[in-house]
């Protein structure tokens, strides 16, 4: 998850696994993104405060009343008109090396977590310099950023899950199916965390809206049966909304669906007679000197 940051002094971070336990203590391609000038409208530059180093950091802003959602993914992922705010979702103190999601970013720190950060990431960090517009490369290099200050600091399960989801609705976005899938994967460990210890909401989502979305991001990582499960358990839920109810029903279809086409394709496979069998085999003498022995 954390490959191509070696320009930022974090060598050695790729083996660093990213849940951790609660109870202890507590992209390669990263090249200038072309101006956009549909874009400029939507960004402008802003000071904030690091909660690690105390420096002022500039960081580009969303208006996000400029907005037009043109429309969402079943995973919840958006799409919007002119602009993708995902791309600008992580913020980076260029002093000591925190990143973290604008919403995250803004909160303090525990000490133990500021110093965690300092010992880990601030005393290897090399500065950066973005241009003023990204794209999805470089998107994904500061969610990388973003993920291994999540991991030095311990936070929690659902947060490195969102950061993991975003990360993966970025390489959709660049078609990278692996390194999505990868992503989704990962999220999956902590959301099911999330949900199996509470307490809700979790990252905004009550019980039967993360049940939905860990089922649906089973489904697209091709866990069919855990898909399921998650799905089953809105469907059967007294308290979950009829719409989220009826998504999970679709869903629940579409794996149906792709199970029987499934099944149909092996049993034609099996129905279909080998090509060698057609041949008799030689028997006597050219049985010893056929040359398909």
């Avoid at 394709?265 to 090509?275: G, M, R, V």
Wanted: hydrophobic fraction near 35%.
């Amino acid at each position: 998850m954390f490959e191509g940051l070696e320009e930022f002094g974090l060598q050695n971070i790729e083996n660093k696994p990213l849940y951790q336990d609660e109870d202890d203590e507590k992209e390669k391609h990263p090249g200038p993104a072309s101006e956009k000038n549909n874009e400029a409208k939507y960004l402008f530059d802003s000071e904030v405060g690091c909660p690690v180093c105390n420096s002022r950091v500039t960081v580009k802003r969303i208006r996000r009343s400029a907005l037009r959602l043109v429309s969402r993914d079943t995973d919840s992922m958006p799409h919007y008109q002119d602009i993708n705010p995902l791309f600008y979702e992580i913020w980076i103190c260029n002093n000591c090396g925190y990143a973290a999601t604008q919403s995250s970013f803004t909160q303090p720190l525990t000490q133990a977590e500021a110093e965690l950060i300092r010992q880990h990431i601030s005393s290897k960090w090399r500065p950066k310099q973005y241009p003023p517009f990204y794209d999805a490369h470089i998107a994904v290099e500061r969610f990388k950023l973003a993920l291994v200050s999540a991991t030095v600091r311990k936070a929690r399960p659902i947060d490195i899950a969102m950061l993991c989801l975003k990360m993966g609705w970025v390489y959709r976005t660049m078609e990278d199916t692996d390194n999505e899938i990868k992503c989704l994967n990962q999220a999956l460990i902590g959301l099911k965390s999330a949900y199996d210890k509470g307490p809700f909401p979790a990252a905004g989502m009550d019980e039967s809206t993360l049940a939905f979305l860990i089922g649906e991001l089973s489904r697209r990582v091709g866990n069919y049966q855990e898909a399921l499960h998650y799905l089953g358990r809105v469907i059967t839920d007294r308290t979950a909304k009829s719409a989220l109810k009826e998504k999970a029903r679709d869903q629940r279809q579409l794996i149906i669906n792709a199970q029987r086409a499934s099944q149909s394709e092996a049993a034609k496979t099996q129905d279909t007679p080998d090509s060698t069998s057609k041949t008799s085999p030689p028997k006597g003498l050219k049985r010893l000197f056929s040359k398909n022995k």
